[in-house]
């Protein structure tokens, strides 16, 4: 199993950036997805997550509405679109897919086994 995510950058506030996760070794719609963040000095958070088959998706709240994640099963990759991006959401990224586990969403960072490297986002105001 690998991920590798892509996309990161710097953009100044108001502007977007899509992420990009290539994966392999499994079959990305039969298993739960998410995408975590992590900002200098805190720990790492999830930002979106979507069921195994797009059975339903969910953001923290911060994001709602601004973000949207997604897979494209014939390029095997996930993406995580974010538009109107605020300084706050200065990070590194990583994608995150949940094997051995249940098939449902989660934003909790323990029940993914399988992580990509990260990719850094920086917005600036």
């Known amino acids: 199993v690998q991920l590798q995510a892509s996309g990161g950058g710097s953009v100044q506030a108001e502007g977007s950036l899509r992420l990009s996760c290539f994966t392999s070794?499994?079959?990305?719609?039969?298993?739960?997805i998410g995408w975590f963040r992590q900002a200098p000095g805190k720990e790492r958070l999830g930002v979106a997550c979507?069921?195994?088959?797009?059975?339903?998706?969910d953001y923290v709240e911060s994001v709602k509405g601004r973000f949207t994640i997604s897979r494209d099963k014939s390029k095997n990759t996930i993406y995580l679109q974010m538009n109107d991006l605020k300084p706050e959401d200065t990070a590194v990224y990583y994608c995150?897919?949940?094997?051995?586990?249940?098939?449902?969403?989660?934003?909790?960072?323990?029940?993914?086994?399988?992580w990509g490297q990260g990719t850094l986002v920086t917005v600036s105001s």
């Open positions: 070794g499994f079959t990305l719609d039969r298993y739960a």
């Open positions: 995150a897919v949940r094997i051995g586990g249940s098939e449902y969403k989660s934003l909790r960072e323990y029940e993914y086994r399988n």
């Open positions: 979507i069921s195994a088959g797009e059975r339903g998706s």
